[in-house]
């Protein structure tokens, strides 16, 4: 998912950089509303978390690489797809400078496929399924989603850059993220119902009931 630099064309990741410098002013925004003392240690801890599980790089053919997101967990915890870009977005500029990990030019890019993309559909996904399918069952599909769609959308987005053809670029980012998005979906729903056990104050859904 990471994607690397070369990979994009000038014209797409400048578009990209610039929507995700926008998504990220707002994340910084939402920060300064809606996060205190007693949850900035939540945020902390997924960031944390999520840093290591996207460590885990799985080769994507093409030159690409497939892993877990996280970006779905924070936002539904939250209630909120800001938080997941914050986050996300953090993570991937470490990721970038210090390790190597996705390209510089590429940087919007992957902030927006994995953060805004992955927050706003994991975010909305489980908002929009919560009352018909059921509490974790529209976190599990929710999560499932969030990591599929961004991935799609990183192929399309290096198809229009002539990186790789779109029908093979998707079926080999979407095949395997359809896969390490099970993974994802699972992890997500152990990690929220241990929340919602221990620590139910902690789940911004469980407040606005």
């Given at each position: 998912m990471h994607i690397p630099d070369g990979f994009l064309s000038t014209p797409v990741w400048i578009i990209l950089y610039i929507i995700a410098i926008i998504f990220v002013a707002l994340s910084i925004r939402w920060c300064r509303e809606n996060l205190d003392e007693k949850y900035t240690p939540l945020l902390a801890v997924?960031?944390?978390g999520i840093f290591a599980i996207m460590s885990f790089n799985l080769p994507v053919p093409f030159g690409s690489s497939g892993h877990l997101l996280g970006a779905a967990l924070v936002a539904i915890?939250?209630?909120s797809p800001y938080a997941a870009i914050l986050v996300?977005?953090?993570v991937l500029i470490i990721q970038?400078?210090?390790f190597g990990d996705g390209g510089i030019t590429a940087l919007g890019a992957n902030i927006f496929n994995m953060g805004v993309v992955g927050g706003f559909v994991g975010y909305y996904g489980f908002i929009s399924l919560r009352n018909k399918v059921g509490?974790?069952?529209?976190?599990?599909?929710?999560?499932w989603a969030a990591c599929f769609i961004?991935?799609?959308v990183a192929a399309i987005e290096m198809a229009l850059s002539g990186t790789f053809p779109l029908v093979e670029?998707?079926?080999f980012m979407g095949g395997y993220h359809a896969m390490i998005g099970i993974i994802e979906a699972v992890i997500t729903v152990i990690i929220i119902k241990g929340i919602d056990a221990t620590r139910p104050d902690l789940l911004a859904f469980n407040r606005e009931q």
């Open positions: 997924l960031a944390a915890i939250f209630c996300l977005s953090v970038a400078l210090f509490e974790y069952p529209s976190i599990f599909i929710a999560s961004a991935a799609v670029g998707i079926l």
